[in-house]
């Protein structure tokens, strides 16, 4: 398959309205997870996700569409704190036990967040008993230690390793290779920081059998690197150059049933992490109609917070089966 350089992605962009920079956060989200903890047993927390308002990631992931809910000049000082700060006051119900930060870039990366507001961050959500970020590999540093150092509860990092093929890792010009990821889970480990990943179904150029062995590969490796929490992403033609993939017939968009067969090879190792499948845009899954949808979708939600994997052989019959 061609290859797409950081130029080429920019290019087949579309034009979207954008935010500009703010003291306010662009949404906040209630949901329930389930997690597991140091002696693997299983539990269900509440989470709170608020979704930062911050400046574009400086990579070009090929697969990515996060780049339109971030604004194109780096984050100014002091908007970040401002925007946790003006959440966490709003907050009237029981405090949940997870706080999720996600600013739909890298937590760590000084064009993201400025390295001065981040003891700023830690000082405001220093007694949550877990805080949970999204960084790239390549942003791993000594500011993820100090950052950590500063929390009473535990840090999880959520990373997109996206599949372990290396020539596919490399095809979705993430800047980052298996190693690289390794190397930032072992620094992670080193300060008993909790580890999050999200891997992609349905990559090009794989057969369906080919994608369930390599998505249960990477499953494996990541499990082996200390991951406590995977979700996988059914591939979506978000961005215009997977659009473009689709309509030239190169690309094949995941079924519900692929999703359930490739949840169901991961089964070995969901004693040791949890195993989810994300629901975001769950309308552009293959294999439904309007009438089953809705089920499918609860079937999904329920395996996501309960880990029973004897859900997944529910199939609900069906007409557009």
Not at 100 to 129: E, G, H, T
């Amino acid at each position: 398959m061609r290859s797409f350089s950081k130029q080429d992605i920019e290019a087949l962009r579309p034009p979207v309205r954008r935010p500009t920079p703010g003291d306010r956060a662009l949404a906040v989200v209630h949901e329930k997870e389930a997690y597991r903890d140091n002696f693997h047993q299983l539990s269900i927390a509440e989470c709170l996700t608020i979704f930062l308002k911050g400046g574009e990631c400086p990579l070009r992931c090929l697969m990515c569409d996060m780049w339109q809910h971030t604004h194109r000049a780096p984050t100014p000082t002091g908007n970040i704190p401002k925007q946790i700060e003006f959440e966490l006051s709003r907050l009237q119900a029981t405090r949940p036990k997870v706080l999720k930060l996600y600013n739909a870039s890298n937590f760590f990366a000084p064009r993201n967040i400025p390295s001065s507001d981040l003891p700023v961050i830690a000082d405001l959500i220093a007694d949550w008993p877990r805080v949970v970020v999204e960084n790239h590999p390549k942003f791993m540093s000594a500011a993820v230690l100090k950052f950590s150092s500063r929390l009473i509860g535990e840090l999880e990092i959520a990373m997109g390793l996206e599949t372990v093929h290396p020539q596919l890792l490399a095809w979705l010009n993430k800047d980052m290779s298996l190693d690289d990821f390794e190397r930032a889970c072992r620094l992670c480990r080193s300060a008993s920081i909790k580890l999050r990943c999200f891997l992609l179904l349905q990559l090009p150029g794989l057969t369906n059998s080919e994608n369930r062995r390599w998505v249960a590969k990477s499953v494996e490796i990541a499990v082996s690197c200390g991951v406590t929490h995977i979700c996988l992403i059914p591939l979506r033609s978000q961005s215009s150059i997977l659009a473009g993939l689709l309509e030239a017939g190169k690309l094949t968009l995941p079924t519900y049933a692929q999703l359930i067969q490739v949840l169901l090879s991961c089964k070995p190792w969901g004693t040791h992490s949890v195993i989810t499948a994300d629901t975001w845009n769950w309308d552009l899954l293959g294999g439904m109609c309007a009438a089953c949808s809705p089920i499918k979708k609860q079937i999904i939600e329920t395996f996501n917070l309960s880990q029973n994997f004897d859900l997944l052989d529910e199939y609900p019959d069906c007409e557009c089966a």
